[in-house]
């Protein structure tokens, strides 16, 4: 797949794995697409974005908004790469209730929401001879769930098996899904915990690689990234 050209909207582009996109693709020639959740946010998405948007995946409105323009605007999306994500640690029993509510909303139900709004702008990308594809990071907790991780990891799986549901429902459509989990990364992630403290993990690997790999698949017409391809 040639990425030069493309449209590719990067949700989370103020975060690591997101603002890494926004450069690893621009140097492939893309025109990116980055979401943030407020303007503060915003300013932390790389230049070379070529538009900066609104999106707060724990706003249902916010998602209609962001999805609507997209619909309605000269906008032609020809991609869509979910790297929003939030993380919380400890037992279930002791996570806050809230805290669960916005793992799931922000890892899987807002993400869910806003890819099946948009499938009709991609369909419109294969009829004008493109190959659209749709690209979201569960990680290796959809794999294998860890002890302290349970809620995180839940959230993650439900993304994942959303993602090969859709992967089915869009195939006749021309429209790649691909689900990516690579294992720890360096990212700073586990330092913003919305909730319990972050385990001693063994040093993970840099951003750049996680991402240089997922790009690399991309182009390679890939449809799947287990952790053991990273």
């Known amino acids: 797949m040639e990425l030069r050209g493309k449209t590719i909207l990067v949700t989370g582009g103020s975060g690591a794995f997101g603002a890494e996109l926004v450069n690893q693709l621009s140097d492939q020639g893309a025109n990116v697409l980055a979401t943030a959740t407020s303007n503060d946010s915003a300013a932390r998405i790389p230049n070379r974005a070529s538009v900066r948007l609104l999106l707060d995946y724990q706003s249902p ?5 962001l999805s609507q323009y997209l619909l309605t605007s000269d906008t032609e999306l020809d991609g869509i ?7 919380a640690f400890g037992p279930a029993n002791e996570l806050p209730a809230e805290a669960r509510e916005r793992l799931f909303n ?6 869910m929401r806003l890819i099946s709004e948009l499938i009709p702008a991609l369909q419109k990308s294969k009829e004008r001879g493109n190959e659209p594809f749709v690209l979201s990071f569960s990680g290796v907790v959809a794999e294998q769930t860890f002890p302290g991780l349970i809620s995180y990891a839940a959230s993650k799986t ?10 089915k429902e869009t195939r006749r459509h021309g429209i790649r899904v691909i689900d990516a989990r690579p294992g720890h990364t360096e990212s700073g992630l586990a330092t913003r915990a919305i909730a319990g403290q972050a385990p001693n993990f063994p ?3 840099t951003v750049e690689h996680v991402i240089k790999r997922v790009v690399d698949a991309l ?3 890939e449809t799947d990234l287990s952790s053991d391809k990273f």
Do not use: Q
Not at 81 to 87: M, P, Q, T
Not at 106 to 111: D, H, L, M, T
């Open 203 to 205: 040093e993970g690997m």
């Open 81 to 87: 790469i979910n790297a929003s994500g939030v993380v």
């Open 106 to 111: 922000v890892n899987a139900i807002g993400p």
């Open 219 to 221: 182009t390679n017409d």
């Open 158 to 167: 439900a993304m994942r098996s959303f993602l090969e549901g859709l992967a």
């Open 61 to 65: 409105d916010s998602i209609e908004t």
